[in-house]
């Protein structure tokens, strides 16, 4: 079953306990994981619910927002930076939402990662909102994340139900 937009919601008010570390390469010498975030800027709040769960978990997230470095207006730096932190990062996680799938932006950043990561380092995060299921069409294709039934984070491999592996293993 998808995350809920509820339950990132609820996610992003509680407060995160994580290895600190200032960026991708500091967090990859203190053998902590990585991962790109692609997302819609419009589900900031929902980006902030999904980066307290990995945060959690041990995870350094990286989102473009959160980068000082970026310009303001995107432009080839922009996509220049966002395609050296794909490759930078360990994993590249897409969530899913109505926002991320009507983007101009995150269509390309997961065609870039398809690209430049092994098949296994993508993971789609559906989403739901009521009766409705974001993230369908990438579904077949990327192993996903989801809740387990011991209510931890878990990646399942395509077309699977059975057999997660949880996030604080990969």
């Known amino acids: 079953m998808p995350l809920t937009n509820d339950q990132l919601r609820q996610a992003a008010k509680q ?30 709040v929902l980006v902030r619910g999904l980066i307290s769960l990995l945060h959690n978990q041990g995870w350094k997230v990286y989102v473009d927002w959160a980068d000082t470095t970026m310009p303001e207006t995107p432009n080839e730096e922009t996509a220049r930076k966002i395609k050296e932190k794909i490759v930078e990062s360990a994993f590249f996680m897409f969530l ?32 739901s909102s009521g009766s409705t299921v974001y ?15 011991a209510s931890k984070l878990a990646v399942w491999k395509p077309g699977v139900s059975t057999g997660g592996m949880l996030v604080e293993n990969l």
């Open 135 to 149: 993230g369908n069409e990438y579904l077949g294709l990327y192993r996903r994340l989801d809740i387990s039934k």
């Open 15 to 44: 407060t995160t306990v994580y290895k600190s570390a200032r960026t991708i390469t500091e967090a990859k010498l203190q053998g902590i994981q990585t991962v790109f975030l692609c997302h819609s800027h419009k589900d900031e």
């Open 96 to 127: 899913a939402t109505a926002n991320s799938t009507a983007s101009r932006w995150c269509p390309w950043e997961i065609g870039y990662a398809d690209g430049k990561k092994p098949i296994d380092k993508i993971i789609v995060i559906p989403t």
